[in-house]
């Protein structure tokens, strides 16, 4: 007989991340069906998961293994920020409004989502976005292949002017002394 699982991962916040966790559950006999950011459905010839089994493997590589439901919908809320700022851009309409676009996919008020997130992170799911959308632009700064104006309209700001006060705001840079730095000020997207 065998049984199946979703599991939710914190800290997958990269296609690496991805590999990693994929590798690891196949190495203990796990068949995953479908992973994404944060999130994993695995299916085992075994008649129980290994749950105890699968939360060392992970936490050994970083991961945590989440099982409060709270504390998977912070995770999910995340992913969905993550996923469109950095991984689905091209393809993301400037105008989405997060918020919107969150409470659709969880199908839960938006309000409910912001407190649980706000209480349990120190900050608003805002004030979380906005942390995300200046690491991509630290990202498109440093590739250089954009202008600052083509970047804020990627990442949905209004303005230039807009994304390069938050910029400052966030970094304590202008944005051209961030592109003219000797060091490498971006931050890895888990630790923020």
């Not at 190495?27 to 749950?51: A, C, R």
């Not at 805002?126 to 632009?137: G, H, S, V």
């Not at 954009?146 to 970047?151: D, M, V």
Request: proline fraction near 2%; aromatic fraction near 8%; charged fraction near 30%.
């Amino acid at each position: 007989m065998s049984s199946s699982a979703k599991l939710f991962v914190k800290n997958m916040v990269c296609n690496r991340c991805i590999k990693v966790v994929k590798e690891e559950l196949e190495k203990i006999d796990l068949i995953v069906e479908s992973i994404s950011l944060g999130e994993v459905d695995v299916t085992s010839n075994l008649d129980i998961i290994p749950f105890a089994q699968i939360k060392r493997l992970l936490e050994r590589e970083g991961f945590e293994l989440l099982e409060d439901k709270k504390t998977k919908i912070i995770e999910k809320i995340k992913r969905i920020i993550l996923e469109n700022i950095h991984y689905k851009f091209e393809t993301l309409d400037p105008t989405v409004n997060f918020s919107d676009l969150i409470a659709s996919e969880l199908k839960l008020d938006y309000p409910y989502l912001s407190k649980i997130f706000s209480s349990n992170q120190g900050i608003t799911i805002e004030q979380f976005a906005i942390l995300q959308k200046i690491e991509r632009a630290k990202e498109l700064l440093k590739y250089g292949e954009l202008s600052l104006s083509e970047i804020a309209y990627q990442l949905g700001y209004s303005s230039v002017q807009h994304l390069s006060n938050q910029f400052k705001k966030v970094t304590g840079l202008t944005a051209s002394q961030f592109k003219t730095q000797a060091t490498d000020l971006r931050k890895p997207l888990d630790a923020i």
